[in-house]
Every structure is written in structure tokens, then in C-alpha cells.
């Protein structure tokens, strides 16, 4: 019960990353693009890192137990590929105009787009992040299953990529009706389907939970980080500020978290 305690904190402690992006946007009164730049690559960074070097080998390790390795190896790399699929068709569901990757600046929305249409764009995002979300918390939680040093990186890196998804809801929402705290309820709200999706795919798949399902697991969470990352913070943050700081910013997360790694886990 203690591990199934802490990986719902985890995930839940990853989910509330939504509201810090959401004080961001609400609290601003014009957009700091350069400092989002860096933010999205410095994101995108730590997704990167984590997902090749910790959860990709997790993954193998975990199926390598079960069906040898190298059925491991292959089963690995389609479970990888198997997440960007999925991650894709989501996506791919989601009308472009409320996708992450259109954060919008907040001098922009405040000027340019009637309060109706910002409200529906605001409603629109929360739900969208909300069903992406799914995914990304029963993924934490499962990984919280596995222990600290593991599952810690990952809901760190899961956290600071919720923070831009807190800004894209909240942005919207607030200069639709100039409520602060519904701005931020909107935005936290899309943030707590993570702890949801953990619960709800613990409940279903608790008495399937093996090193196979783990492996599988991983290596899906893996693609989609990858995914995210390429597709959503690397176009947001170079549209944001010049090539040079989202590349910066991509090399900083990566040092940041691998330091991270060696140093406290």
C-alpha cells in the first residue's frame, strides 16, 4: 500500500505542474519570449533525456526478465513506436488551433480574438490536455510502482512539460472573462486527469501487473515523451524565440537532469 500511496502522490505532484504554468500566464501581462523559448527547449530537454537513457533501458531490462533479450530488444523498440502511434492519433484528434504548440502570446489573445472564441479555445485546451494526460499519469504512477531513483526523473520531467500545458489553458480562459480563478481551476482541473488516468488503469490492469506489462508500459511512455517533445515543444519554442536559445534551452534540460541523475538518485 506505501508504494501505491507514493505513486499516486507522484502523479498527482506532476499533475498540479498545471497550475504553476497557469499563476505564469495569469500574472503576466506581456509575454517573455525569450524566456518561454528557453522554458519549452529546457522541457523538451529534460523529456528527451529521461525517455532515452532511463525509461527506454528500463524497459528492456524489465521485458528482458520475461522473454530473453532479444526478444526483449524488438519488443522494446515496437512498444516505443507503439506510444508515438498513439500519441500521434491523439494528436491528431485534437483541432490545431487548441494543440500545446499553439500557446498564444497574451497580448495577442487580449487584442485579436472576441471573448466567445477565446472561452471555447480555453474550454477547448483543458480537455484536449486533459484526455493527453491519461497516458503521462498512469505511466507515473506506474513508475512510482518501481521505486524512487526510478520514478522520480520522470514525474520531474512530466511536471515542467505540464507547466506550458497550465499557460496554454489558462491564457485563454482569463482574458475571456478576466477571472483569475477560473483561469487557474480550468487549468488545474486539466492537470488532475494525470492522478485520474493512474487510478483508472491501476483499477483495470492491477491484476495484469508483471515485468512484462511494465516493459511495454515504459517503452510506450518513452515514444510518447519523444513525441511530445519533437512535435510540441521544440516548433513551440523556436516560434517563441531564436533557433539558438530553444537549443540552448534543449542542452540545458539535458545537463540539468543527467546532473540531477548522478548527483540525488
Not at 500500500?1 to 500566464?25: D, R
Not at 506550458?164 to 492537470?191: C, M, N, Q
Not at 515485468?211 to 510540441?232: H, K, P, R, W
Amino acid at each position: 500500500m506505501e508504494k501505491e500511496l507514493f505513486a499516486i502522490l507522484l502523479t498527482l505532484f506532476a499533475g498540479l505542474a498545471t497550475g504553476i504554468g497557469s499563476l505564469f500566464a495569469i500574472i503576466a501581462k506581456k509575454t517573455n519570449t525569450r524566456f518561454l523559448a528557453v522554458s519549452l527547449g529546457f522541457s523538451a530537454g529534460v523529456m528527451i533525456y529521461v525517455s532515452m537513457i532511463e525509461i527506454f533501458q528500463k524497459a528492456r531490462e524489465s521485458l528482458n526478465s520475461v522473454v530473453g533479450e532479444n526478444n526483449a530488444a524488438w519488443l522494446t523498440v515496437i512498444s516505443f513506436f507503439g506510444g508515438i502511434l498513439l500519441i500521434a492519433i491523439i494528436d491528431k484528434l485534437i483541432p490545431s488551433n487548441e494543440n500545446v504548440k499553439e500557446i498564444r502570446r497574451v497580448e495577442e489573445l487580449r487584442h485579436s480574438t472576441p471573448e466567445k472564441k477565446l472561452m471555447r479555445m480555453g474550454s477547448v485546451t483543458a480537455l484536449a490536455i486533459g484526455i493527453h494526460n491519461f497516458p503521462e499519469g498512469f505511466a507515473t504512477f506506474i513508475s512510482g510502482l518501481q521505486g524512487a531513483s526510478f520514478a522520480i526523473p520522470i514525474a520531474f520531467a512530466i511536471a515542467i512539460h505540464n507547466i506550458p500545458e497550465g499557460i496554454a489553458v489558462s491564457v485563454p480562459i482569463y482574458h475571456a472573462t478576466g477571472k483569475r480563478k477560473k483561469a487557474f481551476l480550468y487549468s488545474l482541473l486539466s492537470g488532475l486527469t494525470e492522478p485520474l488516468g493512474a487510478l483508472i488503469g491501476y483499477i483495470f490492469l492491477r491484476r495484469f501487473l508483471n515485468d512484462m506489462i511494465f516493459g511495454i508500459v515504459f517503452a510506450s511512455v518513452a515514444g510518447i515523451m519523444i513525441f511530445i517533445s519533437l512535435n510540441e515543444l521544440l516548433p513551440a519554442a523556436m516560434e517563441y524565440g531564436k533557433h539558438e536559445l530553444s537549443i540552448y534551452g534543449l542542452i540545458g534540460g539535458m545537463l540539468f537532469i543527467a546532473l540531477s541523475l548522478q548527483i540525488f538518485i
